[in-house]
Each structure stands twice: as C-alpha cells, then as structure tokens.
C-alpha cells in the first residue's frame, strides 16, 4: 500500500500563492506517476497536474503558466506551486500515486481544501 500525506492548503487571496506538498511512503515503485487533481462542490473531480518517474509532466489547461509541479526523489514527494491564484480554483486538492506493478494502480490523499478570496 501506498499512503500519501498532503500539506499547504489554507485561505489566499486572489492573485496569491501557495505550495502544496505530498509525501508518499509505503509500497512504492520505480515506475509511476504522481499529481494532483482537484474537486469543487457540484463538480466533478479533474487533474491539475502529474509528473511521472520519468519526468513527464501534464497540466491542464486552466491551470498553464501558473502552476508548476516538481517532485524530490529523495523525499518521495510531490509539490505544487500554485502562482495567481483564481477564486475558481477553489477546491479541494487530492494528491494521487500511480504505482505499476503487475498494472496501475491508484492512492489517493484524503485532500487538502485552497481557498481563493474574490
């Protein structure tokens, strides 16, 4: 198993940042992928970001240019800067592991909530 353990959420104002942080621990692997995606009240739940072992990384499309995701190897751990914050991007942030092994299986964090003033 996997356990992830998120940090940095809080209250901003907009135009603010933040950093979030995930550190995984557990049954980890050398192939895998780690991000963040994010959940609104009424909405479903999307992906922010993801940085593989491989260091490719993805980020969507409302989020480019002002969001950068980064990960230290030596901490197992995932970091998102989050720059000119938006009251849309509000939400709750879950951190999430793809680990594969024999297939691809998900962990999830139990979510850190960012709240962007208007």
């Known amino acids: 198993q996997v356990q992830l353990v998120e940090s940095g959420g809080g209250l901003v104002q907009a135009g603010g940042s933040l950093r979030l942080s995930c550190a995984a621990s557990?049954?980890?692997?050398?192939?895998?992928?780690m991000g963040w995606y994010r959940q609104a009240p009424g909405k479903q739940r999307e992906l922010v970001a993801s940085?593989?072992?491989?260091?490719?990384?993805n980020y969507a499309d409302s989020v480019k240019g002002r969001f950068t995701i980064s990960r230290d190897y030596a901490k197992n751990t995932v970091y998102l800067q989050m720059s000119s914050l938006k009251p849309e991007d509000t939400a709750v942030y879950f951190c999430?592991?793809?680990?594969?092994?024999?297939?691809?299986?998900?962990?999830w964090g139990q979510g850190t909530q960012v709240t962007v003033s208007s």
């Open positions: 557990g049954s980890t692997s050398s192939i895998n992928a």
């Open positions: 940085i593989t072992s491989d260091d490719r990384i």
């Open positions: 999430n592991y793809k680990r594969l092994t024999y297939t691809w299986v998900d962990y």
